[in-house]
């Protein structure tokens, strides 16, 4: 490609340490659109006729075909990258015309407008994904609205939910996943195509339509910028690493829901897998890879800021190193994604694990809180009652709701025999009725479920 400038060739070490056809290949697809539109392009300008338009077309469109299904057969060639490949099949097919593609064109712009098309299409991909996921978590959320639970924090229990808020808790960070791609696709609608090496080519040729010919809005503002610019890539990553951290966090619920210690959730057997030792073992292998697989996704993101923020503007080789971070970064999402969707999807959900996990508790002590402040008692004086009320049960050996009325009034006599009733979970749940409140997901799944009944009969 540049054999003019050398009088030796390049080592076998250099050549392998600095080819990127084995990560790039798979951009084929990309180039060759990238260069069936430049072609076009070369042709309003007449640099190449329209009988060369139509044969270069074709011969790269016989190429795409070619490889469509044999990927492979490109990594057997010594080219060094992806666009120094396909212009290669070119000349091989068409000859000399062949040299002509590359009129005012660099790889710098070409690699930029290949990546951009392949994160537009990864882009749609990920939300077809993502959305199936939300789905299926909405689906089940309202399947399991009326599961109680206890809810967590610091690890220790909480409040009263349901299963149900919980799988739309999860739903709603993946609506969020969703929301950030989308805003992501319309940050990088804008086509490198035409900065060429770093000033912007030469040639007269209307970068806009060029742009909107392969699927972008507009032409990039400044060619400098533009080829020195990996925000696209940093974005996807970021979008990734943080669908790829809500993940891991699902999976540790999941995982402690399905610990012995909670047995609110039974893994299916087929995203499990058992102990080479421990015959009775039967671990959570596909959670726990999720979580791992997310420190790789949050790892990467960091490997390409650390890349670039050093880096001058203009190309630098540094920047060959991106396709391999985005690449291996959007599979694992993917395979996370699939293998998460397959956990949920199988789950087996023990009721009454849950239910007891929740009333064997002092969950509903804001609840003896609560109703004090409904006798009229200031909150900061209910709360240091009901924290009495809670030693008291302690020493007892008993929970809130197992004291005696008499217990009850020992602490404040306004307590009425009502405050078992206002102690039950249920009633814990049904208050809620505030927007975002587990009392209003139940209401709003039950009429959903009643819909959905009468839609079927
Ligand atoms: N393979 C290179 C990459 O992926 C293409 C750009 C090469 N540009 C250059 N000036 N050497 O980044």
Redesign the pocket.
Known sequence: MWGGRFQTQASELFKSFN???P??YQLVKYDIAGSIAWAKALNSIDIINDFELIQLAKALTDIEQAVENNLDSILSSNA?????WVEQALIQKVGDLGKKLHTGR???D??LTD?KLWCKQAVKKLTRQLKQTHLLLNEKAIVFSDVVMPSYTHLQRAQPITFGFWLNAAAQMIARDIKRLQSLSDLSDECPLGAS?IAGTAFHIDRDKLAIDLGFASATQNALDTVSDRDFVLDLLYCSSNSLLHLSRLAEDLIFFNSQEAGFVLLDDSVTSGSSLMPQKKNPDALELIRGKSAEGLALLSQMQIATKSLPLG???D?????QLLFQSVQSWQQSLAMFNQVIDTLAVNKTAMRAAVENSFANATELADYLVDKGIPFRDAHDQTGRLVMLAEKKQYYLHQLTLLDFKSVNNAIEEDIFNWLKVEQAISRRQVKGGVGSHAEMSRSALAFQITDAT
Do not use: F, T, W
Request: glycine content about 0%; aromatic content about 4%.
């Open positions: 080819d990127s056809l990560i790039d060094e990258d992806i666009h120094s660099s790889r710098n070409q690699v990546v090496a190309y630098n080789k920047l060959q190193q991106d396709k």
